[in-house]
């Protein structure tokens, strides 16, 4: 009988010390899931460990580094298996198009979209199951962090959107490809969400005001609003969802005017 809950799941979630990451993994260790975090910084890893001590593993690690990526794979392997890959952890430097040096944009790309198709072909032989996913098996579950971003233009960077539509595709691919492995993959796109990572935007009085006006419910997300959408889609109780790229934005992407 499937549950609401990841007890006996093994997830990787990249990006998992600070903001939407760091949500994903505390709404996986509450819902009984054994969680890996990786991120860049090793002290931060080493205080979520300690805040979750027995149910979560941590390493630093830096994803968009092919060696490093090859290390996390080691890991995974040691840990004993895998059933849940978030590819979380991503960037942005925002810009217009004539600006960016060719090596900020192929960064951006790095972290965006290649760590996490490299990480997805390094984890597909921990993640396949031996069926198709029928109705009573426990299946995998890819979910990879998009944004809304990848489908319409939010001022965000051209690289950054390109990334994310990038992703959006591949996870509608690997769904494809994956099923008959018993992996489902999916994205969730999420609009401004409050982390680290827009607060240079969010603190930006004017910049805030237009983000609100285009949000139907006039306020900006909070991580565990995120996190919610990205358990379901881990869990066993979504079991005949995949190919989808599942939008958290308080009604953004259907306003017209
Ligand atoms: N916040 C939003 O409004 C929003 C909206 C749409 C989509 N998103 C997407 O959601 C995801 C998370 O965003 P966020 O806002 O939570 O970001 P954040 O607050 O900047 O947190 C990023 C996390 O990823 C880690 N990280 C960054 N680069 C890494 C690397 N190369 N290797 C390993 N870990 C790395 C960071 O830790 P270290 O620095 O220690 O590595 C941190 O734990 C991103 O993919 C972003 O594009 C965010």
């Known amino acids: 009988m499937k549950k609401w809950n990841l007890a006996g799941k093994k997830a990787l979630v990249t990006g998992g010390t600070k903001g939407i ?7 996986f260790l509450s819902l009984g899931a054994e969680v890996l975090v990786v991120a ?5 890893v080493e205080e979520f460990v300690s805040a979750w001590k027995g149910q979560a593993v941590g390493m630093a690690a830096d994803v968009s580094s ?14 004993g ?24 944009y192929r960064k951006v790309f790095e972290l965006n979209l290649f760590a996490g198709l490299d990480l997805c072909r390094l984890c597909f032989h921990l993640l396949k199951r031996g069926s198709g996913g029928g109705a009573g098996d426990s299946g995998a579950s890819v979910v990879n962090i998009a944004s809304v971003a ?3 233009d939010v001022q965000s960077g051209t690289p950054y959107g390109m990334s994310k539509a990038a992703m959006i595709q591949m996870s509608r691919n690997l769904a494809a490809e994956w099923a008959e492995y018993g992996i489902r993959v999916n994205s969730v796109s999420p609009w401004y969400t409050d982390t680290p990572l827009v607060e240079p935007v969010l603190g930006q009085p004017e910049r805030l005001e237009r983000i609100l006006g285009r949000t139907p419910m ?4 909070r991580a565990e609003e995120v996190a919610a959408v990205v358990a379901f889609l881990a869990m066993d109780k979504a079991s005949y969802v ?9 009604g953004m992407l259907a306003k017209g005017l």
């Not at 092919?66 to 840990?79: G, P, Q, S, V």
């Not at 995949?242 to 308080?250: E, K, N, P, S």
Request: proline share 0%; aromatic share 4%; glycine share 12%.
């Open 40 to 44: 860049r910084n090793a002290a931060d």
């Open 66 to 79: 092919a060696e490093d990526r090859m290390k996390i794979a080691l890991r995974l392997k040691e840990w």
């Open 242 to 250: 995949t190919g989808q790229d599942i939008a958290v934005d308080g």
């Open 218 to 221: 006039g306020r900006v997300a």
């Open 21 to 27: 990451g760091r949500a994903i993994a505390e709404e």
């Open 81 to 104: 298996g895998l059933d849940v890959l978030v590819n979380n952890a991503g960037t942005n430097i925002r810009k217009k198009m004539w600006e960016y040096a060719g090596e900020e």
């Open 150 to 152: 990848g489908s319409v």
